[in-house]
Each structure stands twice: as C-alpha cells, then as structure tokens.
C-alpha cells in the first residue's frame, strides 16, 4: 500500500475517509521505527503521545474536520519547546530538561490539528550546518547515508525527506532551514524577521533566529506558514503586519515577474554542478514569463564575517543563563563553592563548537572591543539590509544557489570551523536583512545527491517567493525524487 | 591641606507596579520563595520578555519628578555576568540610551536643599534580581538557596552627577528623593525590603581644585543613618590616605555596619566587564509627545513645590509647612479642613497637634485617620469653636469622641448637653445661686481682694459643668458685684 506524502495528500485521505489519523500516525511511527536508527533524525520519538492526539483527533471528527493540518504528523526541532516533552537543543546541558510550556509555533500547529511524532536532531544549539554538533551523533542524508543532511535543522529536513513525518518545523540563524532542505532535496522556507514568533524557540542568535516550515512542496510550505504565522503577544519582536494568503498566491503565474540574480556573487567558488542546476532553474522560470535581471549586492561578501560576530555575540549572552542553577546538567562537584560549579557545569555541558561561539561572543563584546567588532559589524549589517532595499526597487526576488557545494561527507570538515562557515555564504545575509527566503528542489547532481534553489524576497513578501517556487515546482519533478531505501511513498 | 569630598549616588528604586517589568507575575513583597515566577522571569529556554507597560508609565513620572529629558527613544540593553539571583545571565537595563536624561534639583529648592544644583545625570528602567538566602536553612552551613520571586521587579536607576560635597548633604538629598518618588506614588519607600537602595560614589580632591580625584564606589547603604555613616568614614579614610601621601585606589567598597568601616570588595582590575550590547528581544522604547504629556499632567506636586506653595498660600511658617509635609498625607488633611471652612492657623495647629498626636498614639496611617475622622468632620468641629458654641478644652474631648465614635461634632454637642450656655438670663440666675452660697468671698471681693473674683468664676463654671461662656460669665459677674457695692 502506498501512503501519502504531502499534507495536502494526507489531508485529502483524511478527509475522504480513506485514512484515519491513526492510520496516518501509527504509519509515520512505522517508518520512524523502521528507518530512524540508521538515519538519526530524531532525539525523541513521541509515539503515545501522537497516537493520543491522532486518536482524539478521529473521536472529534466535527472539531477537527477542517482544521488546516488535522492528524497530519510533523516533527519539531528539539529547539522548540514542547511542554511535557523533553527539549534538549541536542546538548548536553539541557539531555533532560522538559519545558513547562509550548513554543507558540508548535501551539499554533497543535491547535490545527497537527500531531508531533518527535523531536529532531540538529547541532546544539543550533550552532552548526552539517548535525554533527549533536551531543546524541550526528543525523544521516538519506540520499547518502555516509554524508551530512546540512543543518542545523537536519534532523527536521531528514525526517521529512525520509517520509518520517509529513513536514518538520526548523530554526533558521543562518540558512538553518534552507540548507539542509537543499541538501535533502525538500523545502524550506525562512519566513520574514517578525513574522512567525520566536516564542519558546531556544534563543541562538535573537536577531537573527527564525522559525519556518521543512515541506515537500511549495504549496505546503504556504500552508503551514499560514498557520505559524502571525503577530504573538509573548514575543515583542513579532510583528502585526497581516497575514497574507500565502495558498491563494500560488498561481504559477509568473508573467513580468523578475527575478534578479547577483552574477558575481554566485559565479565564485560555487561546485560546477550546483551553477548548471541554478541556470536550468532560472530558465525554467524564464519559460513561464520571468526575467532574469542582473543585480549587485555590493556588501554581500562581508556576511560571512557580519553573520559570526553578530551570531556569537548574541549567543554568548543568549547561553548564559545555562549554569546549572535552575534546569538542565550540573556538573558533580564537591566542595560547591560557585565559581567551580558554573564552570564545570558549562565545560562538561556544551559541545567544543558552542564553546567556540560563547568564546568568540565574549570576545566580540568586551569592554574596548564592541566598537571595533559588534557595532562595525551591525553598521556593514545595515548596508547588506541597503543592499537588499535596493535591488528590491528593480526586482520581485533574489535567486541564489541555497548552498555552494552539495552534501559533504561526515566528518569531513569537522577539523576545519572555518570551512564550514563558508558555506553559509548564500543563505546567511537573508537572516542579516531579516527577509524571507525559501530553498526549493533544482536537481541533482550526477552522483545523486540534491541541489537547492534559493528565492529571497522584501520585508514581509512571502507571497512572491512562494508563488515564484510554486511556478518552478510546477514546471520540474525533481521534488517528487524520493531516495531509493525510502522510495515507499506515494505523491 | 583642605580637602572636600565630592559625592555622586546611584539609587535604585522599585517601580510600584503589581506586575514585573517583563512578564505578568505579581511583585508582592513577602511570598514564600519562588512562588511569584513564571518562565519568563526564571529565564527559561525560550522565554521572551514583554515589557510592561506601566513600568514605563512609573519610570517617566520618576524622571520628570526629576525634571529630566525624557528620551523619545530609548533602548534597553543586556548587561552581562553570572549570579545565582540572576536567571537569564544578564539582567535587561538600559545603557546608552537611557528612559531620561539630564535632570535637576535646583540650589535652594527647599528646606533641605545646598545653595548648589544638583544634577541628575540619568534615569533609566531595569529589571531587579532574585536574592540569595544563605541562613535559615538546615543545611544552611552547606548550601545557598535562591528566591526569584523579586527577579524582574521594575526598578529606576537615577544616577546623579558628583555635586554633592558632605555625608549629611548626600543623606538629605536621598531623604529628599525618598519623600519624593513616594509623592510621586512610584516608590513605597521602603528601605528595610530593599524596594529603594543606594550606591555612592566618593571621592576627594583639594578644595581649590577642579578636577576630580580617583572614585570608590560604597556599596550597602541602606538606611539614611548607614549612608551618612558609611560617607563619614570613607571620607575620612581618604583624606587620611591623602594626607599620608598615599595613592587612593579605584575599587568598590561595602559598608559594614559592625565594624562601621567600609572595606574593600573589588579593585578596578577585578571590575567587572558587563559586555553590554542592544538588548535583541525588545524593540527600542518608543515615547511620542503626547504620553508623556499625559503623564506629566496627572503628576501629583513635588513635595518642595508643595512647600513653597503652602508657605505663601496659608501664610504658615516653614517649620509648620515641613511638619506638615513630612508625614505623607498630613498636608491633604490640613488642605481639604480648609476647603471646608476652617481657619488655615487652627487647621495647621489641630493637624500638627491632635491629629498627629492620635496618629502616632492609635499607630495608624493618615489614610485610617481620614476613615475615622474626615477632615471636613474636623472642620465642622472648629467651626463650633469658632462660633462659641463650645469652648476650646472641650473641643478636645468631642475630638476624643468623635475619632472613637464616628458621630459627628454637632451630635455629639447636642447629645451630650455640651453646647454653651449663652443665655445672659440663664447664666444671671446661676451667679445669684454661686453669690449666695460664698457670702465670705463676695466680702473678700469687696475689701478689694481682686483674686477673689477668678474664684468666684470658677466657682460659676463649675455650676454649670463648664458649658457657660466663660466670657459672659466674666462680664455678667464684673456687672453683678459692682452694682452690689
């Protein structure tokens, strides 16, 4: 038997009665308990719990019947909170901490009727590309199980592209929720700075922390959007501009629309396949009635750089209110005097990569320091948000390659840091202008392994990037590739 | 060599406001521990803060009261270190752009005040912290525990700049802030649950000089008495040092009030580095034109302005206008007595005299005081007085009465029988009885023995247990014993 893989299927067997939410559930759990040990996506898997709810969801069947995601299965980076279900940021620090209240995005999704199968692995604290910062082992690609699915959200990105769970909640400092959906040939959308609550998600950078849906299409990534999106009195950085109707942009109709590409910026230093997949994207949208414009994004190579120094100061401040006083490890010490305590609790609690960002934030803002480093950084931040503003005047969206190089190998830049923040180059000035940006599928290359397209658009303008990925998901399949040992779905 | 001291205090006072500055616990003092918290102010993973709006509402009335520049934008900041009390890491404050700047308290604005300014620097909104319990514990001799019930109360910081010269001066001024945050209905006052505290900074230099010399920092001065002492003693020890010809350190220094010295707690070299940076979670404070308006217009009136107006309204004296103004609510009594008729000297000398008498003899508020006893029920009982109707001494006792009762000063004079006797023919009719029963005094009276006649009035007054008009009484017996001569 085949199952569905969209919401949108799962919804529609739902509805029809042609599947239970049990049904739905206890098959998500199946492929969970079947695949998972050999791809590590999960932290926690919440079986009971989903079975619970997908119960409760069939006994209501009136209650429950058009809330947009009823029994649909998603999983949720252990970065959000779940209340009365452990969230560990896969650190040490927090392996047995329970939150006594939800993150306002997994209410919302609750609330719809969404069942969470489990929380996913991803790199501490959110500090990673690749899943290996995961104090519990890295998460494996399931197109290349000896390869990284990206991160830090990787395990939310693998368990959708795996059909582990019909769509995954992400965080996106960086490109967190971009990249490894690229690398796991899925969808991911940031959505704009404000538009989704950071309520409840485990702070890494605030300014520049994002949560955002991982889909198998465009049209669900707008669905779920629609449901997480919206201003939350609990985060005063949330914003009431309205909620637009992200479903009913999805057109395909993409006539004048343009589309503007930084043709210095993504002809260096990017893998000769990912260039071929990013053209054949952009022609596919040529086809439909877009056109391509060339633009500039004169600062965008300082991002790289802007990113770390802002990310790591805002941590080092963020991670500090884990010292084993109140939740969470502490360490074993006798005699207690405090200063060992604090130490010994954040030595043998965090992993060696979050230790290198706190270090690196502390630096960043010491005394004699902050001008030089922090504040530079946030005035070259603005001049990347210009940058953006202006190309905005001559285009709809901004197309990238969502990443320079496509999935690399476990344990290959473990020993290079640096290496591994380059590859944030793509992704991380969207997260420094606060816009929203989704990777879509764009292909593969010849060893099969995916390609992601990136589309950045203005301030609050998911719409337009939703419905450009729309188009381009109407016009190629590389979305409905499933890897080979998890190709028992259907579309 | 002459020396001066030159001053600067840091005061932090907690807003009044029933919830915390970021999240919606209460802010009631004296809870058992940890039972006024939420994820919010423990600094859970994930948690926001969502300022409060009141908080600012009470930070802006502290700093006009101040006569600051309120900012029309103002940011908080996280200020970075590690302590138990502390949940997040970092306590939210405000650093480059505080709530309000540059304030000032004039020379000679009131009693109390130098023939200086003195200026306020800033004044800006934070949240405070837990607090450590180290004893009352059984394992207290191993163990620290924490309350975070006071975590995210809001507090003001208002820092003044180095104007203030001598320890008494540095108390009365924060004597004055005291009076004037809790006019200000922003601050209880309370020193002794740490809802407002004070940090100084001192330093001395020659009197001619300019410039200024190194700054210690006192902390711990929690009562005006522990300030003057702790300043006293710094001052001391450093014109002592001065005088030696020793280098003053940079440090921070804590009062001890056993050993009434204030020793050294961290040196410059040990400071602490805050890291201080925008704090991400907040928006910048953004005031427009119109709410601080708003606030500025329902503000209640500065306890130096009320001063001066009460002096030249009421033609009191300064001595009585400071009485009145000391105790919190005394000067309202006096006010509405007067709008209620009464004469602005008697009002002062009943509130100054009765009223604070059977405040501090009942030990209740002025609050309870206007429950039992209005000041309009006061002004009615001083129009008795005034029209005659009963004397002064037995206004005191319908005082007694109706603070007790409740009833009113009319009731109780018609009640009891108390009013005056009046009636020239009543009052005749009694000296004819008194004359006749003292024969041997009315002699006396007559061979010029002058004395005699204040006997025979008291005598009279007697007779009528004191309600005859001591006045007519006087005339009526003068005119009855010259006729008989």
């Known amino acids: ?491 | 060599m002459t020396c001066e001291a030159v001053i600067g205090l840091e005061i932090h006072a907690q807003l009044r406001t029933a919830s915390k500055i970021f999240c919606g616990c209460s802010t009631a003092f004296g809870a058992p521990p940890n039972t006024h918290v939420c994820p919010v102010c423990l600094g859970f993973p994930g948690a926001l803060p969502v300022l409060n709006r009141s908080a600012v509402d009470f930070g802006i009335r502290a700093a006009l009261a101040l006569g600051c520049r309120v900012n029309p934008t103002s940011i908080f900041a996280r200020k970075n270190y590690f302590y138990p009390d502390l949940p997040k890491g970092y306590q939210i404050s405000q650093y480059e752009r505080p709530l309000a700047e540059r304030g000032l308290i004039e020379a000679n604005a009131d009693y109390w005040g130098p023939e200086r300014d003195i200026r306020i620097t800033r004044v800006h909104l934070e949240e405070d912290a837990g607090k450590l319990l180290h004893e009352g514990f059984a394992d207290s001799e191993r163990r620290s525990y924490v309350d975070l019930n006071r975590a995210g109360t809001p507090l003001v910081e208002i820092v003044t700049e180095p104007d203030l010269r001598q320890a008494k001066e540095a108390a009365s001024f924060f004597g004055y802030l005291r009076e004037l945050l809790m006019a200000m209905d922003v601050n209880d006052g309370n020193m002794e649950e740490g809802s407002l505290r004070c940090d100084a900074n001192v330093s001395i230099r020659q009197l001619s000089s300019e410039s200024l010399g190194v700054k210690v920092e006192v902390k711990n001065l929690n009562s005006f008495r522990f300030l003057e002492r702790a300043l006293d003693y710094e001052i001391e020890r450093q014109a002592e040092m001065l005088r030696r010809g020793e280098p003053i350190l940079q440090e921070t220094r804590l009062w001890d009030s056993d050993s009434d010295t204030t020793v050294s707690m961290r040196s410059k070299e040990h400071a602490h580095d805050y890291r201080y940076f925008p704090e991400p979670d907040l928006p910048p404070l953004v005031l427009d034109d119109a709410r601080v308006k708003e606030i500025r217009e329902a503000m209640p009136e500065a306890p130096a302005a009320k001063r001066r107006r009460l002096e030249k309204m009421y033609g009191l004296a300064r001595l009585d206008v400071v009485n009145l103004t000391i105790e919190p609510g005394l000067d309202g009594y006096f006010e509405e007595m007067v709008r209620h008729q009464a004469n602005p000297r008697e009002a002062k000398n009943w509130v100054l005299g009765a009223v604070r008498a059977k405040i501090n003899e009942a030990r209740v508020g002025v609050a309870q005081m206007r429950s039992a006893l209005s000041p309009a029920a006061l002004a009615s009982l001083l129009a008795l007085v005034e029209k005659g109707a009963i004397s002064g001494a037995m206004a005191k006792g319908v005082f007694e009465t109706m603070f007790q009762s409740g009833r009113s000063a009319d009731d109780i004079v018609r009640d009891e029988g108390l009013a005056q006797i009046d009636d020239d023919a009543q009052i005749a009719e009694l000296i004819a009885g008194v004359l006749a029963e003292n024969g041997d005094a009315v002699a006396q009276y007559h061979a010029g023995k002058a004395a005699t006649f204040g006997f025979l009035v008291g005598q009279v007054m007697k007779a009528t247990r004191g309600k005859a008009n001591p006045k007519r009484v006087n005339d009526l017996l003068r005119k009855r014993l010259d006729a008989d001569r």
């Open chain 1, 1 to 491: 038997m085949s199952h569905p893989r969209t919401i949108h299927a799962v919804r529609g067997a739902i509805r029809s009665g042609e599947q239970s939410a049990v049904d739905v559930c206890e098959h998500a759990l199946g492929r969970i308990a079947a695949h998972d040990p050999a791809l590590h996506a999960f932290n926690t898997v919440t079986s009971e719990r989903a079975l619970d709810r997908a119960r409760a969801i069939d006994r209501d069947k009136a209650r429950w019947k058009d809330a947009p995601l009823s029994g649909v299965p998603v999983a949720i980076k252990d970065v959000l909170c779940t209340r009365g279900v452990r969230t560990t940021a896969s650190s040490r620090i927090l392996d047995t901490f329970v939150p006594p209240f939800d993150a306002t995005s997994v209410r919302r999704l609750e609330e719809a009727g969404a069942v969470i199968v489990g929380k996913t692995n991803c790199d501490e604290f959110a500090m990673g590309s690749s899943t290996e910062n995961s104090a519990f082992g890295p998460t494996r690609n399931p197109w290349a199980t000896d390869r990284i699915p990206g991160g830090s959200s990787g395990g939310s990105a693998v368990a959708v592209a795996a059909g582990l769970s019909t769509f995954a909640l992400g965080s996106d400092t960086g490109g967190s929720i971009r990249q490894p959906a690229a690398l796991c040939g899925i969808v991911g959308l940031k959505p704009t700075y404000g538009r989704v609550s950071r309520y409840g998600l485990l702070a890494f950078g605030s300014s520049l922390d994002h949560v955002g849906p991982l889909t198998h299409t465009v049209a669900d990534a707008a669905l779920v959007l629609s449901v997480i999106a919206g201003v939350d009195p609990a985060d005063a950085t949330s914003s009431p501009e309205p909620v637009a109707a992200y479903g009913a942009a999805l057109t395909g109709d993409v006539r004048g629309a343009r589309i503007g590409v930084p043709a210095r910026l993504v002809d260096e230093g990017v893998d000769p396949e990912i260039s071929k997949a990013f053209r054949a994207a952009l022609e596919v949208l040529g086809a439909r009635g877009a056109s391509i414009v060339d633009i500039a994004l004169p600062n965008a190579g300082a991002a790289i750089p802007v990113y770390y120094l802002v990310a790591t100061a805002e941590a080092s401040s963020n991670l500090a209110r884990y010292d084993g006083v109140r939740y969470g490890f502490r360490a074993k010490v006798e005699p207690q005097d405090l200063l060992t305590m604090y130490t010994r609790t954040r030595a043998e609690g965090f992993g060696p990569e979050v230790k290198r960002r706190i270090m690196l934030g502390t630096y960043v803002l010491r005394a004699g320091y902050y001008d030089a480093y922090y504040l530079k950084a946030q005035q070259v931040r603005t001049l990347i948000r210009r940058d953006y503003e202006q190309a905005f005047e001559r285009v709809d969206a901004v197309a990238m390659p969502t990443t320079p190089t496509p999935a690399f190998k476990i344990g290959e830049r473990v020993e290079d840091p640096l290496q591994m923040y380059l590859g944030d180059v793509f992704t991380v000035s969207a997260n420094l202008a606060g816009l929203p940006a989704i990777s879509i599928p764009c292909g593969f290359t010849a060893g099969g392994l995916p390609i992601g397209l990136q589309l950045t658009g203005p301030m609050f303008d998911e719409a337009s990037i939703l419905r450009v990925a729309d188009a381009h998901e109407r016009d190629t399949d590389w979305w409905k590739r499933t890897p080979r040992e998890f190709e028992d779905l259907r579309i």
